[in-house]
């Protein structure tokens, strides 16, 4: 944390469902699905914005709708929503990337390959799309499905029906071409066939939860419908669904410039909840994380970013030297909760905020886009300095190594090593970290020693 006289006003909330201007589409939380050979490999709500893809066989390329010259909107896609399910729900995929048409074909989820005879197809709300995965723009609710084989198959099939059901009474579900609605018999769900009009009779002994799909031979298998069947004399999805969802996050890293340019970071989340109830939303609260100094040391009070939702990310922008903790709640259709804290991330400082890190004569500022805030600034004379007051129990210098780049002389506290920043490294690079020092003030001092050049991007005071 940077140690402030005056502390500004606190951060600022980009939620993913805020209004966005007119040539950037809204971020959405699109149902996303993906269907393997013999299996489903991910189902459930994703929230999603344009974003670069990087697979091993087509490398990395914008996708957000930008890709389609006709319709040059940034926003959120399906290939994108792959992309991020693949993240969330922990599996790996590949494409393949065409300059043709400036889109990836997906080739690979999961163990599922495509051969000279079956391939990875699309739906989006049940439709094949007239426009790539990078291309078309997703909203709320949209239903994105990534089926294997899809070319050699008459439908995708939908199931719906009730989300709860009695022991020993008979509950109907019905099973429909998702494109157009027409019923579809000889499916079967929970060991039974549906009939001409697509309904299938379903009776449960015991209670518990049922997690139920369609399946023909001729045609991509359903969507989950969970049926919670419980006794008479309880209330829904309460008899046998006693464990909350497994909830796992996921952070740019310990720094936000591990990943990102910016001081608006990505904050994402997933419950898995296969064997209860469904997830019913999620929650989520920030904090500032605090050291030594300050209020008693204490930790700021959790203040609530998101309630009830059925999103699984958002955007957070933070103040430049501080740290945020967050608190992420998912709960389940029978009210069973699981709470998750997340490690700290750190918001690095850089030349933009010039009345925390003060630099001497001989440094300019450079345009880089891959750098943290998009610029870094360089010293080509010794003697150029730059002084930084902090508060935490270390810091972290964040650079790149030149191919003939100079040397730096860090102090921190009174105490000095020599850098060589000579060498080959990417933008937004760790280039030293300090030893952990007791909680409290720091005072760092930096100086450019030889006549080469020397580049930095930003500092990261840590918590």
């Not at 291309?135 to 899809?150: N, P, R």
Request: aromatic residues 6%; positive net charge; hydrophobic residues 40%.
């Amino acid at each position: 944390m940077i140690d402030r006289t005056r502390r500004t006003a606190p951060v600022a909330l980009l939620v993913l469902l805020a209004c966005a201007p007119a040539a950037l589409a809204a971020p959405a939380t699109p149902i996303v699905r993906v269907e393997g050979a013999t299996q489903t490999i991910f189902e459930g709500a994703v929230t999603t914005d344009g974003h670069p893809v990087t697979t091993a066989s087509g490398g990395t390329h914008p996708c957000d709708g930008t890709n389609d010259a006709d319709d040059p909107v940034f926003g959120p896609t399906p290939t994108g929503a792959l992309d991020d399910a693949a993240r969330l729900g922990g599996f790996t995929w590949d494409a393949d990337w065409f300059d043709s048409f400036q889109d990836f074909l997906v080739k690979r989820v999961a163990q599922d390959s495509a051969t000279t005879t079956q391939f990875w197809g699309l739906f989006v709300n049940y439709a094949s799309p007239s426009k790539g995965g990078c291309q078309l723009l997703l909203k709320d609710g949209d239903e994105v499905l990534y089926a294997f084989d899809a070319f050699s198959k008459a439908h995708a099939l939908k199931l719906t029906g009730p989300g709860a059901a009695l022991t020993g009474a008979p509950v109907n579900v019905r099973v429909t071409a998702g494109g157009d609605g027409s019923p579809q018999a000889g499916a079967t769900v929970g060991g039974a066939a549906t009939g001409s009009d697509g309904v299938a009779t379903l009776t449960f002994p015991d209670r518990g939860i049922y997690r139920l799909k369609a399946e023909r031979p001729d045609s991509v298998r359903s969507n989950a419908l969970v049926l919670c069947v419980d006794p008479p004399d309880a209330e829904p999805c309460t008899s046998s669904d006693a464990a909350g969802p497994r909830l796992s996050w996921t952070l740019p890293g310990r720094l936000a410039s591990e990943r990102g340019r910016s001081r608006t970071f990505l904050v994402s989340w997933l419950g898995d909840d296969q064997a209860g109830s469904g997830v019913a939303y999620y929650s989520v609260e920030a904090r500032e994380v605090a050291d030594g100094a300050g209020s008693g040391g204490a930790p700021s009070e959790w203040r609530t970013l998101l309630g009830r939702a059925p999103v699984t990310a958002l955007h957070y922008r933070g103040e430049a030297g501080d740290a945020y903790q967050f608190r992420i709640t998912a709960a389940d259709r029978a009210a069973n909760r699981t709470t998750v804290e997340t490690d700290p991330v750190v918001v690095p400082v850089d030349d933009r905020s010039r009345r925390l890190w003060r630099f001497s004569r001989g440094w300019r500022r450079v345009r880089a886009e891959q750098a943290w805030g998009r610029t870094v600034i360089r010293a080509s004379r010794a003697g150029a300095t730059a002084r930084l007051r902090f508060r935490g129990t270390g810091v972290a210098l964040i650079g790149r190594k030149l191919r003939r780049g100079g040397r730096l002389r860090v102090t921190l506290d009174g105490r000095s090593r020599v850098l060589r920043l000579r060498g080959r490294s990417g933008h937004r690079s760790i280039l030293w970290t300090s030893r952990a020092r007791q909680p409290g003030t720091h005072s760092l001092r930096i100086r450019a020693l030889a006549r080469r050049t020397v580049e930095l991007d930003a500092v990261a005071p840590l918590p």
